[in-house]
């Protein structure tokens, strides 16, 4: 008689949790060709936007589980990406339903991590297509328990007055940066009324590290204006969260978390504006330059300017509690002056040097 293996650290109790899928169980007959046949096949992770920053360190953290991706992929360079991290590519975007339909349906945990909104003109067009795409992954896994975990930001939740951390229950901005609330809001609304296990990940504003994201682009934007900005006096404080700890976060989720919760993924509420634009300004040789919040809208837009100098706090005391999870990675100010973010600015002094 053969029997089931569930690796070290697996459960029984969700068949998401294990991240190999049990082999058949032979009753009484001894072992058939298809126990014979079947070895044990790893748990599949569906994943958008895993070509992506963070969904390519998801990828490789979820591959050194013992998971095995497919990854959604619009054109071939990420089609190589993917293929040269071990995940497998799946031609596809957003809009094409079928595919998200299939790959949902043959996975065992999705992630949702493309974002059609930030850089589309029309923000609603952009979550209009997040929507029917949340709607075609979450009718194929209604009534299973394979969790769908959907991207939100630390952002959606307005400051604590007292300029105490906030909670994912925390009130609403009411004049938010962005709608990305919405988006959020409709997945998790898929938990709410038809139990489907949506969970929901509020990433910080800053996730760092591997030289990459937010702080890369910073940087290329100083460098080319001979200047770090800074908006205001820089004294508000930001979340922050390095893009390991955030990978670790999702596939934690994936197999702990219950259908509608919502997690904050911030691993640091104390960095202030200032002490980020110093840091990139000393890596930089650049001087800082401060700019009334009117004069830096004028100059770089709202979206860039709000960001600058929003004031965001978010506990993680949820997953630390609740998913046992703990970042591990340097802080956002040391990997920018000694770390990950050293590379960017040789790169940048090449260029000059090029330049020249
Ligand atoms: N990085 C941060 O600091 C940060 C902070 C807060 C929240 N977030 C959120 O975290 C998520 C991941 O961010 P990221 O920094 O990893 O983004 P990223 O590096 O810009 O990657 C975006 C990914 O989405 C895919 N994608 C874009 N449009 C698509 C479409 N129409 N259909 C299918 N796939 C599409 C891209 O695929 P291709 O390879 O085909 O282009 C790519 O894989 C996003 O939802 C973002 O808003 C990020």
């Known amino acids: 008689m053969t029997t089931t293996r569930t690796p070290k650290g697996c459960s029984n109790n969700r068949v998401n949790v294990c991240p190999i899928r049990r082999s058949y169980v032979s009753k009484n007959y001894g072992p058939s060709i298809t126990d014979i ?26 591959i050194a589980h013992g998971y095995e991706v497919h990854g959604l992929s619009r054109i071939e360079a990420s089609d190589e990406k993917l293929r040269s991290l071990g995940a497998v590519p799946v031609r596809g975007d957003l809009q094409a339903l079928d595919v ?9 945990i999705i992630i949702h991590l493309a974002d059609v909104m930030t850089r589309n003109p029309d923000y609603h067009a952009g979550l ?24 939100s930001g630390s952002l959606v939740v307005e ?19 962005n709608d990305r609330f919405k988006a959020e809001d409709h997945a998790i609304n898929w938990a709410r009324e038809k139990g489907v296990r949506v969970i929901a990940i509020r990433l910080a ?6 030289g990459g994201s937010g702080i890369r682009l910073f940087m290329q934007m100083h460098a080319r204006n001979g200047e770090v900005t800074c ?12 893009v390991d700890d955030a990978a670790r976060m999702y596939i934690l989720a994936a197999e702990k978390a219950s ?3 919502v997690y904050n993924c911030t691993s640091s509420t104390d960095v202030t504006a200032l002490q980020l634009a110093e840091a990139m300004g000393s890596i930089l040789a650049l001087p800082v330059k401060f700019f009334k919040f009117d004069e830096a809208v004028a100059k ?7 960001f600058l100098c929003a004031v965001n706090r978010a506990s993680s005391a949820k997953a630390f509690q609740r998913l046992g999870w703990q970042p591990r990675e340097p802080g956002i100010i040391d990997d920018i002056k000694s770390g990950s973010y050293l590379a960017v600015t040789e790169k940048l002094r090449g260029k000059q040097v090029s330049n020249t």
């Open 128 to 151: 209009r297509i997040d929507a029917a795409a949340v709607d075609a992954i979450c009718e194929t896994i209604q009534g299973t328990d394979k969790p769908l975990l959907v991207t």
């Open 259 to 261: 259908a509608g919760e």
């Open 300 to 306: 770089f837009g709202p979206f860039f300017s709000k």
């Open 231 to 242: 908006v205001e006096d820089g004294s508000t404080r930001t979340s922050t969260v390095h």
């Open 37 to 62: 046949m079947a070895q044990p096949t790893k748990s599949r992770i569906f994943m958008t936007g895993a070509s992506g920053y963070l969904g390519s360190v998801i990828t490789e953290h979820a």
């Open 100 to 108: 998200l339909r299939h790959e949902s349906a043959n996975a065992e």
């Open 159 to 177: 400051a604590d007055p007292n300029g105490e951390e906030t909670t994912e229950t925390s009130p609403l901005q009411k004049k938010p940066v």
């Open 205 to 210: 504003p800053y996730v760092y590290g591997r």
